[in-house]
């Protein structure tokens, strides 16, 4: 392709829309490294046999475009780009008019959306468990994608009047991350929190001004682990013993960037636990926090002894 004001062209650069987004199910991942992660899971999908109910999963992928100096580079695009059947050479003023990027990067892909049910993830007997509540940065909701992934999250779920997951940015925060973790999207947080509860999974709010420190939690879940009192942690935990065992199946909720969490929100929790911090900045970005959260329960379900659960 070398006309970059085909309506090809226009088709795949609306998809930087949510509303055109919306209606054709369809959203862009831009560079090697999401594209590569995309085709991954595509191909996983066309290998896998037909479901239960006998219906194969629909590809992923829809199509690729791709300047020839890109797959000369990345030689393992190429091949799984072929085997889609959806592989077409771009020139870089094509991929330019397409991508949402200002410096594209050889490739973008057009993929279909992947979120989940609900019933889905409570399907897999989910352990640790990633919800954004109104959070409305891209970057943001990007990047506790990320983190959610590389800690071993079984699901990210996205409340209503949170972010489109699928908005360019959001897609390109996660770094590939939106391809290994299940997502669930609109959800009422209240609905949503009473079906995982009963499910079996605690729920902690992660709120600056909680009573229960992070630091608590975790000496906590160590001093269960070495089979010591927990009163017997070290002196930085500045709170009392909390009944929460950070090493049980968990739910974490994290707040909008302005506002936090709402009253309503912290009320479903059964601990706000605070992230310490020991300089001098105000707060830390939500992305981080959830970061440190995640990590923080990731570790002590893999080292604990599976309190409550």
Not at 30 to 49: F, I, K, S, T
Not at 163 to 182: C, E, I, M, Q, W
């Amino acid at each position: 392709m070398t006309n970059p004001r085909a309506d090809r062209v226009r088709d795949v650069a609306k998809l930087a829309q949510r509303s055109a987004r919306q209606r054709r199910g369809l959203f862009l991942a831009e560079g090697p490294q999401a594209v590569r992660e995309a085709l991954r899971l595509d191909a996983r999908r066309r290998e896998a046999p037909a479901a239960e109910s006998g219906v194969e999963q629909r590809p992923l992928v829809a199509e690729v475009y791709a300047s020839a100096a890109c797959l000369e580079r990345y030689p393992e695009l190429d091949d799984l780009a072929t085997a889609t059947g959806a592989l077409r050479l771009a020139t870089d003023e094509v991929l330019a008019a397409m991508a949402d990027t200002v410096n594209p990067q050889g490739i973008v892909a057009v993929c279909r959306y992947l979120d989940v049910s609900l019933d889905d993830v409570l399907a897999r007997s989910p352990r640790l468990v990633a919800v954004l509540c109104r959070v409305q940065d891209p970057g943001n909701a990007g990047t506790i994608l990320r983190a959610a992934d590389a800690a071993g999250a079984d699901a990210v779920v996205l409340t209503e009047g949170s972010v489109d997951v699928y908005n360019p940015k959001a897609v390109r925060s996660t770094a590939g991350s939106l391809f290994h973790v299940p997502v669930v999207t609109g959800t009422d947080a209240g609905g949503l929190v009473a079906r995982l509860r009963d499910a079996g999974l605690g729920v902690l709010a992660a709120d600056g001004y909680g009573a229960v420190d992070l630091d608590t939690l975790q000496d906590e879940s160590a001093g269960r682990r070495l089979g010591t009192e927990a009163n017997a942690a070290p002196q930085a935990s500045r709170n009392a013993p909390s009944s929460y065992a950070l090493e049980a199946p968990t739910v974490w909720l994290f707040g909008n960037e302005a506002q936090g969490l709402s009253d309503e929100e912290l009320a479903l929790a059964d601990a706000r636990v605070a992230v310490p911090v020991y300089g001098e900045a105000e707060s830390l970005n939500v992305g981080t926090a959830a970061t440190v959260c995640l990590y923080a329960s990731a570790r002590a379900q893999r080292l604990g002894v599976g309190a409550n659960g």
